[in-house]
């Protein structure tokens, strides 16, 4: 993963700023795993429910029910 981060830093010319970042890990990955992975990546674990800059972090498989606030807030607008 960290190769990945690299290639992508490397090919972009953007640095990603993993202290900032965040993953999310699936309820079948083992909490040694987790603790590995999050150590060596020196990112934060999350349980998904976090926002960044007002958006979701994480989107399910429902578009609507996670992004249906903002439909509403246009609505409300007009």
């Not at 020196?42 to 960044?52: D, E, N, P």
């Not at 979701?56 to 498989?61: A, E, I, L, R, T």
Request: net charge positive; glycine share 8%; proline share 4%.
């Amino acid at each position: 993963m960290k190769n990945i981060h690299s290639t992508y830093e490397f090919a972009s010319s953007q640095a990603i700023g993993l202290p900032k970042s965040e993953v999310f890990y699936r309820s079948s990955v083992q909490t040694p795993l987790k603790n590995i992975v999050t150590s060596i990546l020196g990112v934060l674990a999350v349980m998904g429910t976090s926002k960044y800059l007002g958006l979701p972090s994480m989107v399910g498989q429902s578009k609507e029910s996670t992004f249906g606030f903002i439909k509403d807030l246009i609505c409300d607008i007009k």
